[in-house]
């Protein structure tokens, strides 16, 4: 089945402790990056990747790092989390960059 | 900073009416559009995509685009109960890499 998986799902932390999210895509996808959602803002992309070892920052990029060293596999990576990362976080792929993009579950991740 | 705006709703249209949902971007040169519905909780899931000017139909659902206006529009004729979730607008710039999403439009088809 294609898809795009997340983990974890859920996550609760506390400010400083450094957390990865991962997310696969079993797609081939060029194309992949981070969101997060917030109530009144919206999805805002984090960052976003055109292929192996390419990166490149969205809109709301502090406090986030990524990779992409594999097609795959693109894990968002929070050095030093802060409450204000207390989000819903979503990882979405796409053949290219001009096409429509398939999302994962979701990862619910709450900061104290 | 592009920007993508929509009505924030809630939309509350009686079941087997046609529901419209609007949106309008900044950025011109944007070339690729796309309508997400998201269930409360839920991932988005991609409903439309349109290119061209003009008018795009899927079963239920037509999307519309005005590039000259930077307007893009969804319908959803005979809505359903099973319609009711938020409707979101998507847009990716011909030079830029990223997409843009709008704050997304509520919608409650009423029984």
């Known amino acids: 089945e294609a898809q795009v998986t997340q983990n974890p799902r859920y996550l609760i932390t506390v400010t400083g402790k450094k957390l990865t999210v991962t997310c696969s895509q079993n797609?081939?996808?060029?194309?992949m990056s981070w969101y997060r959602q917030d109530p009144g803002l919206g999805l805002r992309q984090i960052y976003y990747s055109m292929n192996v070892e390419v990166t490149d920052k969205g809109d709301v990029p502090e406090g986030y790092k990524v990779s992409r060293k594999e097609k795959r596999n693109f894990p968002l990576i929070l050095e030093s989390p802060s409450p204000n990362q207390t989000s819903l976080y979503f990882c979405?792929?796409?053949?290219?960059?001009?096409?429509?993009?398939?999302f994962g579950p979701g990862t619910r991740l709450t900061v104290l | 900073q592009k920007e993508v705006e929509q009505n924030s709703g809630p939309l509350s249209v009686p079941e087997g009416a046609i529901a419209s949902l609007n949106c309008t971007y900044s950025?011109?040169?944007?070339?690729?559009f796309f309508w997400y519905r998201q269930y409360s909780g839920k991932s988005p899931e991609l409903i439309m995509s349109?290119?061209?000017?003009g008018d795009k139909e899927d079963g239920r659902f037509t999307a519309q685009l005005n590039k000259a206006s930077q307007y893009v529009s969804l319908l959803i004729r005979d809505s359903q109960p099973s319609d009711s979730a938020t409707y979101l607008c998507?847009?990716?710039?011909?030079?830029?890499?990223?997409?843009?999403f709008g704050p997304g439009t509520r919608l409650s088809v009423l029984p």
């Open positions: 797609m081939n996808h060029e194309y």
């Open positions: 349109i290119y061209s000017n």
């Open positions: 979405a792929s796409s053949l290219g960059r001009g096409n429509e993009q398939f």
């Open positions: 950025d011109r040169g944007s070339q690729s």
């Open positions: 998507a847009v990716m710039g011909n030079y830029g890499q990223n997409f843009v």
